[in-house]
């Protein structure tokens, strides 16, 4: 298992995670769609966690989060690109504490709309991590505000973990355990949860990440064993844009087995699908695992897969002009 002395969480504050904000998150439902399972060649379950609280599966991290501030904390803040913000103003706005949320110039308008509306404070910086942290650090200087990292975090980590747990559960409840489990990987928090969770319940489940060809340092990382730190990303699926964290990559590379990527076109076809087969709204993060399957169907072929749809926040005209080919760049 990951090193502890890179403050990493281990199986059991997965588990403490999930007692903890049961009562505060959905039970999300596993779909699956017999015309999609024939294009795949395979049986796919679709975790949706586009249906969670906020949209996304951030939702689980956040309320992890808060449920472990320090006493006396009266205020957060954190960088995002839309979904952990969202997800962290809604938790904080149930606790009654404030929250600032740093966000990229490049955040689609949908997501700065949701931070907003659960009450969060908004501060715009430049696209890149470096200016997400810079302007973090300034907001904190001021404020004082308690940092809650959008994946980076132990208390993140667990609670993103709790996804895989209900996976498992659900699947047993229909008399089979998957094959192989994957997740989207953008930071890192939700595969690295998946994985701790897989390896204490069913080790002998393969959990794989599924990443942007346009952003792929979670792969050359886990591939070449040397953590990528930088990468310059190229992909229309916003919420994997960002590199993947230290605390993350360690847990990740113990418990994943592999990660694959798919290419933007491939992402668009894999939201189309399921947006027109299964009628699920679901934004470009959220299609990467089924279009790295559509890439890769080799790899997955007759194998009970569950893949987690990640979140449903996207603007409606921009998604669009995806499906009308008019948009090649993110």
């Not at 994997?240 to 992402?267: W, Y």
């Not at 189309?272 to 087969?277: A, E, K």
């Amino acid at each position: 298992m990951p090193d502890n002395n890179l403050d990493v969480p281990g199986s059991a504050e997965v588990f403490s995670a999930a007692q903890d904000i049961a009562e505060r998150i959905h039970r999300t439902p596993l779909m699956t769609s017999g015309l999609i399972d024939r294009a795949c060649g395979a049986n796919l379950f679709f975790k949706c966690e586009h249906l969670q609280k906020t949209g996304a599966f951030k939702a689980r991290g956040a309320s992890n989060a808060l449920c472990r501030l320090p006493a006396g904390t009266t205020m957060v803040a954190t960088h995002s690109s839309g979904n952990h913000g969202a997800a962290l103003a809604w938790a904080a706005a149930a606790r009654g504490i404030a929250c600032t949320v740093v966000m990229p110039e490049t955040s689609p308008l949908a997501k700065r709309a949701a931070v907003a509306g659960y009450g969060a404070e908004i501060v715009l910086c430049g696209p890149t991590l470096a200016d997400r942290e810079a302007a973090l650090r300034k907001v904190v200087d001021d404020s004082g505000a308690h940092v809650v990292p959008p994946f980076d975090d132990r208390r993140i980590i667990a609670g993103q973990g709790t996804v895989a747990l209900e996976i498992l559960e659900q699947c047993r409840e229909r008399g089979f355990t998957p094959d192989i489990v994957l997740a989207p990987v953008g930071g890192g928090g939700l595969l690295a949860g998946t994985g701790l969770a897989m390896a204490a319940m069913a080790p002998e489940v393969l959990v794989l990440g599924a990443e942007p060809a346009g952003a792929d340092d979670a792969q050359r990382s886990l591939r070449s064993g040397v953590h990528v730190t930088s990468q310059t990303p190229d992909t229309i699926a916003d919420g994997l844009r960002t590199p993947l964290g230290e605390r993350n990559f360690a847990v990740i590379r113990q418990t994943v087995k592999d990660i694959v990527t798919a290419s933007e076109k491939s992402i668009v076809d894999a939201m189309q699908l399921l947006w027109t087969r299964t009628k699920q709204l679901v934004e470009p993060s959220a299609a990467v695992p089924l279009a790295a399957i559509l890439e890769h169907p080799a790899r997955f072929r007759d194998k009970k897969v569950a893949l987690v749809l990640s979140g449903g926040n996207m603007d409606l005209v921009r998604a669009a002009s995806l499906f009308a080919g008019e948009e090649s760049e993110p």
